[in-house]
Each structure stands twice: as C-alpha cells, then as structure tokens.
C-alpha cells in the first residue's frame, strides 16, 4: 500500500464506508422481518413489483429486498448473510466487481443483487465456470429465490431449443459462459423468431470473473462449419517438421542483431522463442521446405498457406505439449484450459493450429472448419446493460476490468481475520531436488495429521507427484479436473486429518473445502505449491484456499532454478553462481534476487497477456461493428418488419451501382459501356434490354439512373401482383434472411483469412489493425452491395408453383423452409432440380452455388 493510501485510504475502503449507511439500514430491518410470517415474507416480492411499476427504483427498495433475501436464507437453507456479504451484495448490484477472499461465501452474496434485479422482469444470469457450479447453485441457492416467488432456471449443455426457452424464460438462469455465449451466437444464426431461446441480455453476474473475463478471453467463441479444404497438407508439413532440426538460440537473438545491423550466423532449421510463443524458418529451413515441397519460392503470395502451415506444424512439435496444453482422448485432441487445468470440451484451436497438433498425434485430422459466427467474450458480455463479477482474486487484474469492461474492483474485508501463514519460497537448484522437498514436507505433515493440498501446473507434474508419494507409501487423491462432479467431491474432504490432494491448478474451484475435528489442532490445511505460474493470481487463488472464516492454515511454494519460468527469464547466469558456490545436492536456497525476478517475471507475462488480449479485441472491434449491424438488420426481419422499404431501396442502389461503374459523364456518351450494363444488369432485373434515350444523352448519367430505377420498381410492383401482399411481405423476409445469412457467413470467413495474413504488412511498417480496418471496411462493403444485388435477383425471379391442394400460402421456388413448421410428411410436387442443374430461381447459377448452397 502507498503512502497515499495510507494517509486518505484506498479505493476499496472508501467505496465501503460511503456504502456502509445502507448495510446498517438492512441490518435494523431484521427484527422486523423475523416477525413476518412465510407468506408476509413471500409478499414482499409482490409488494416490490408493484412499488417498481409505481415509479420507484432498485435504488429504492434495495435495503428492504436485501432484509427480505437474508430473512429468506435463514428460513431455506439455515444461512445468515455476514455484514460483508451485505456489503458484496450491494457492491455486485453496482455492477462492480467484489473481490472476496475464498470461503466468504460469493455463493450466497449473489442471492441478494440477483433478487433485487430480478424483480424488474428482465432476467438475471448467474454465470459460473462449469456446468456442476450451475446446476448445483441453481439447486442449492435457488431455494432462496423460489421460496420468495420467483422462478428459477438452469441450462445445461443437453437441452434442446424448448428447454433453453423455457430456462431463459425464468426470472434468474444459472449458466456457464460458454454456453450463454454459443446461444447468442446460435440465436443470430434462427430462421424463425420462434427458435430464439434468449431475451434481451439484462444483468449478469459472474462468478470466478477473472477466469471467465480475463483468462478465457484469448479464446473467442467460434461456430464452425467443415470447409472443404483438404488435410493432406497437415500431414505433409508434420512430416518435414519432424526431420527439421532446431536451431540453437532463442528466436529473439535475429530481432536484436537485425537492430544493431550485425549478422549473426544462425543454426538449425528453425528457431523458438519461448517467451513468445514464435517460432520461426531460418535460411536453411526455408531452403528445406522448398526442396521438400519442390517448390521455387517459398516467399511467393501463392505459397502463403504452405508457410503457414509449416509454422503451425513446428509450433505444435515445439510449443504446444500433450498433457499440459492438450490431452489426447480416444481420437480426439482436447484443450486443456492453462489456467484452470480443466479440459474445455467443445473447443479447438483456431487457425489450423488444433489441426497440426491432430496430425503430430496421429489422430484423425479433422477438416478445418469454416467459421459460421464468432465473438469474444470481451464483446459479449459488454452487450449486457449491467453486468457484475466476483472472485477471490481480481485486484491484480483492475486496470483490464477498467479499460475492456468499465468495471471497478471492489476488495471486501473478511468475514473473520486471516490467520494464515505464507511461507517464504524454498527454491532449489535442479527440478529434482524440489520435488523431493516437496514430498518430504507432505510425509511430514501427513505424519502428523495435517492435510495437504498440492497445486501443479501440468497434468505430466501431478501424476509424477502422485508417482514419488505411492513410492513412499502416503495415500492421495490426484485431482485432474476431467469431471467436475468427482473433482468437487474429492476436493471437499481435503481438510480432513491426513488427508493428501494433488490438484492441477485451481482444479475444484468454487467448492469449499472445510477443516474436519482436530485439524485447526495441527495447523490447519497446507497449501504447498509446486511451482510459481505465470500469473500471480492464480498463485494467490491456490493460497487461498487455505484459512477460511478464520481457519488456521499454511502456504508456501517450492521453485527450482530450472522451472519454466526461471529458465525463460534469466536463471542462467543465476546457475552458473551457484555452481561456482558449490552448493551442496539437496540444499535450500534463499535469495531475494530470486524471488525479484519470478515477480518481474510474472508481471512481464501478465502484461504480454493483457496485450495479447487487447489485440485481440481490438481486431475483433472491426468485426463486432459490422456484427452489429448484420445482427440489426437480422433482427429487424425475424420481428416481422415490413422489409418493402428496405427491398425498394435495394432495387435502387443496385440500378446506381451498375450505371455508375459502366456510364460516365467525364467521358462522350459514345464510350458509355452499354454492353455491359445491358449484360449485368438485365440479368438482375428483367429490362428486356436498356437503350439510351435523347434524354438521357443529353441529360447525363443521373437522368439514366432516375429512368432507369423508376422503371425497375415499376417492374417490381408488377412482380408483386403475382402474390397476396401477404405473401409477398413474408417472400421478402425469406428471402432476405436467407442472403444476409449465406454472405455474412463468407465475410466471416474472408475477414478469417484477412486476418491470418494481415500481419506480413508490419514487414512494410505498416500497422496491420489499420490496414485490417481499411480491407475489413472495403469487404463489408462490397458484401452490402452484394447483398442488395443477390436480393434483387432473387425478388424478380421468384415465381409461384401451383399446386394441386388447395393452399391459402403458394410455394416459393428458391428459398428454404422450417422443416419443423410444416405439418405432415411433404410430397414433392416437381422432379427433383439436379445440384448442376440452372437453378429454378432463374439466377443463371447452378442450383448448387444458389438456392441449393448447403443442402
């Protein structure tokens, strides 16, 4: 703490006194609402509501309803809300973010905003990490809620459309992230506004926010199609990257020596740099590539994937590691999340490096997918009109809540004091002489009854652990956080006497884990850490479970000078002092240099995550703007809107588009490309062929345009008399839906492949985000025109089929249809249109390339 701090006080100390007025208001109201009997205190919620429909605010009613959900914990579930829980209750409806300690009790706190703002009818989204915290706190805390009338829900990853309705439909949803992430994504991608399973995204509160806002955000949400690219090339590259041969410095030493224009003779096919995570050909690794692939030019635009895919190879073999980047499952390449050791089913690896990584496995190598719809969760959950987190830990991560999110961190006092003991680190010279210590610590206080929790970073280090202790004969549970269930169960007996669990990382995060009789005796549950991890918060969260509500506890982590994070950054020159010491096998050491450079290193690391992140959102900014307006105008045509307007509009701009780009009045009317306008324009919009009139010599380019955009409307009110109103209004909306969906879907996939390549432009000192910006804004663009122009085609074009039931609605050629609404088995009334054959929609495409794209 500065010395400002210390003189006027901290942010967070500040913000809890000017609040400290309301939570003594809540506590005065508890002897009053004891009196209330089961159904007074359930009629509050209707008292609210009507209060809030009179014209007072949450604001208003917060002390009350706060009373009221405290009453109601005692009464369900024999749980009393602390002070400062009332504290972290009134923080969340804020929509801040409280940072309380593990074992305070996050789960309850959230019972009291969630009430609160649930009383406007809007929605409340309780967000957890997995899908076992989500069904079992909807169970457990969603007692509270239902006691008091409102409606409690739950969505799991097995429910169908109607389910989801029906769990979004309730007053508060308790959810994962990804989950509520894919149904956004998945709601933009409906045909039919009856298939929408969310509402309007109201309030959300996230638990363990740091894991779901910070460390999951490198990750955007994808929705992919297989695309069809072959995978041979995967093999191929995979091939030559194992006969490559690494180079021996870093990869950063060319960056430095380019600088200081020396000219340093590189060895090796390739280099690494770990820091960084690059890896890149040297002259001689692009001279073998060539010779392998038979190729000229390696450098060549059109060999721009082949490079790619040779990086992404060597980066699989060399920076990515089965079983603490990925386990291997059956046939599948699963990710591990780095933060959480919990395996993320569902997702991949974007770009093609899951691919590459599938071919170093010898596993089935999927097809790279083309991706359908994509956000980060930096954007998505900035779409909420308030959103609020919690966590243990989140105040190291403040100025990127601040900057992505606009959300200030909160820390709330304990309950009890801390009375936990944090060790200095022990660090060792070599890997194996800290584990020893490691094991001969756990035997010593197994021996004396002490449970112990033993956090590692890899799945690889706790099964090695787990493979000295068995050697010694100390019985343990190793925790691997592949099933959330049994990780909670395990994790929750830790604190019993003698009792010894292995955890990779925070596996069992968000389950309490409570001292069994006689373990406060022996010095409460120890925390060893086997090894500092990039982030110092997630280091903080291992301590701190460890001395809840007062609990006697103990931490402390052993390092060794050949750990990750020491060889990476600068441990070299460290060993070579105390090789020159000649310290003795086995030996302790304690140096305050040493633990300076693991924080300067993990703050490096955080930084260059934080910038990872940024970067991230920042190219993902240029999409969500045109995301935005796709997703608008999407939604404008599910709600029924009259799109006849919109559909005029386009008629009109693709007539100006097409004059403008062939007639010009700089140049004699003789030179005016008739031909061409005549070609592309009548096949969009059946003139019949377009001549020039005296008028339109005379008159200019803008006469021709007006002439010719009243004719087309007048075209199109004449196709119009072929259809019921009715049915036309609804032809447009089909049709519409169904081309905004097809070209938004390539401008993903083409704003993808931008993306991959953009960064050659930095080679030019160009700033490739403000180039993707310019090529991003170029492409949406041209895919607006396109859109008109598609709409356009298909409008003149669609006819109707007669058949021979009577029907009130006819049959549209060329568009789909929600198989679920029709009613019956459907009989086809016309001989099946062959995938090469012209499409009936009267394009001028084959019906694969049109109207039949997909099926």
């Not at 506590?27 to 609210?48: A, I, N, S």
């Not at 305070?104 to 009291?112: A, F, I, P």
């Not at 403008?660 to 009548?682: F, G, I, K, Q, S």
């Not at 005379?698 to 002439?707: E, P, T, Y």
Request: proline letters at 2%.
């Amino acid at each position: 703490m500065g010395l400002f701090d210390k003189v006027f006080g901290s942010h967070s100390e500040k913000e809890i006194k000017r609040i400290s007025g309301k939570v003594d208001q809540i506590e005065k109201l508890e002897p009053k609402m004891e009196k209330l009997t089961d159904d007074e205190l359930r009629h509050k919620t209707v008292e609210f509501k009507e209060r809030l429909a009179n014209g007072e605010t949450l604001d208003d009613i917060l002390v009350e309803a706060f009373a009221t959900v405290r009453e109601a914990a005692k009464r369900t579930l024999n749980m009393r809300h602390y002070r400062v829980q009332l504290i972290g209750g009134i923080i969340l409806h804020q929509g801040r973010i409280a940072e309380m300690k593990t074992g305070e009790g996050k789960t309850l706190v959230s019972t009291l905003p969630a009430y609160l703002n649930a009383l406007e009818g809007k929605g409340v989204h309780i967000v957890t990490v997995n899908e076992y915290l989500a069904k079992r706190d909807a169970e457990w805390m969603g007692q509270i809620h239902t006691f008091l009338g409102l409606s409690v829900g739950v969505v799991t990853n097995d429910m169908d459309t109607e389910q989801r309705q029906e769990m979004y439909g309730c007053d508060i949803t308790y959810i994962t992230n990804n989950e509520l992430g894919f149904d956004y994504l998945r709601d933009n991608m409906v045909n039919d506004k009856s298939r929408l399973v969310q509402r309007e995204l109201n309030y959300a509160i996230v638990d363990e926010v740091d894991s779901v806002l910070i460390d999951e955000a490198r990750t955007p949400l994808i929705i992919s199609g297989q695309s069809g690219k072959s995978t041979d090339l995967y093999r191929m590259c995979d091939m030559l990257a194992r006969q490559m041969e690494r180079g021996s410095s870093d990869g950063e030493i060319s960056k430095i020596d380019a600088i200081m224009n020396e000219v340093v003779e590189e060895d090796g096919d390739f280099l690494v740099n770990e820091k960084d995570k690059h890896v890149m050909l040297t002259a001689q690794g692009v001279e073998k590539v060539e010779k392998f692939f038979n190729i000229e030019n390696l450098a060549d635009p059109e060999h721009l994937a082949l490079q790619h895919n040779m990086i992404l190879a060597l980066r699989a073999h060399n920076l990515m590691f089965k079983d603490k980047d990925y386990v291997v499952k059956g046939d599948e390449v699963l990710i591990v999340d780095e933060f959480t050791g919990r395996i993320m089913p569902g997702r991949r690896y974007s770009d093609g490096l899951h691919q590459a990584i599938e071919a170093k496995e010898h596993v089935k190598v999927k097809r790279e997918s083309k991706t359908l719809a994509t956000i980060t969760f930096q954007n998505f959950f900035n779409k909420y009109k308030k959103k609020a987190g919690m966590t243990g830990t989140a105040l190291t991560e403040e100025q990127e809540f601040r900057e992505i999110y606009g959300m200030d961190v909160i820390v709330i006092p304990t309950n009890m004091p801390v009375i936990r003991i944090d060790h200095e680190d022990s660090i060792y010279k070599t890997r194996a002489e800290k584990l020893n210590a490691v094991v001969d610590e756990i035997v010593s206080s197994h021996e004396k009854g002490q449970p112990v929790l033993v956090g590692t970073i890899t799945i690889e280090a706790s099964e090695e652990l787990s493979l000295m202790l068995k050697r010694r004969g100390i019985p343990h549970n190793v925790l691997n956080a592949k099933f959330h269930e049994q990780e909670a169960e395990i994790i929750s007996h830790a604190g019993e006497l003698g009792a010894v669990t292995i955890a990779t990382n925070m596996a069992g995060r968000g389950t309490d884990i409570k001292l069994a009789d006689g373990v406060a005796e022996v010095g409460g549950l120890k925390i060893i850490g086997t090894e500092r991890h990039e982030s110092r918060r997630i280091d903080n969260q291992l301590r701190g479970r460890s001395g809840r509500q007062g609990d006697p506890g103990e931490s402390k982590f052993y390092l060794s000078l050949e750990d990750d994070l020491m060889r990476l950054f600068g441990s070299e020159r460290m060993i070579g002092i105390y090789n020159a010491l000649g310290i003795p096998e086995g030996e302790e050491i304690q140096h305050k240099t040493i633990t300076n450079t693991i924080e300067k290193a993990q703050k490096k690391i955080e930084n260059n995550n934080f910038s990872i992140r940024r970067n991230l959102l920042e190219y993902d900014q240029v999409n969500n703007e045109q995301r935005e307006i796709i997703y608008a105008e999407r939604r404008r045509v599910l709600d029924g809107e009259d799109m006849q307007e919109v559909v005029r509009n386009m008629i009109t701009d693709t007539v100006e588009n097409y004059v403008t780009a062939t007639c010009n009045d700089d140049v004699p009317v003789e030179e005016w490309n008739m031909t061409e306008l005549n070609r592309e324009l009548c096949r969009i919009i059946p003139f019949g062929g377009i001549a020039l009139t005296e008028e339109d010599k005379k008159s200019g380019v803008a006469h021709l345009s007006d002439r010719l955009k009243e004719q087309a409307l007048s075209l199109y009110e004449e196709k119009q008399k072929e259809f019921d109103p009715e049915d036309m209004r609804e032809i447009e909306r089909i049709i519409l839906l169904n081309i905004i969906d097809r070209k938004w879907m390539d401008h993903i996939d083409d704003m993808d492949q931008l993306r991959q390549g953009i960064g050659l432009y930095a080679y030019g000192n160009r700033d490739p985000l403000v180039e993707y910006r310019f090529a991003g804004f170029d492409m949406f663009e041209q895919m607006t025109k396109s859109i008109q122009e598609d709409t356009t085609n298909a409008l003149f074009h669609v006819r109707v089929e007669q058949k021979v039931e009577k029907e009130e609605t006819p049959e549209i050629t060329g568009t789909n249809k929600d198989e679920e609404s029709s009613k019956g088995p459907y009989r086809r009334k016309n001989a099946k249109v062959g995938r090469n054959d012209p499409c009936p929609c009267g394009s001028g495409k084959k019906y694969k390339h049109c109207c039949g794209r997909g099926k």
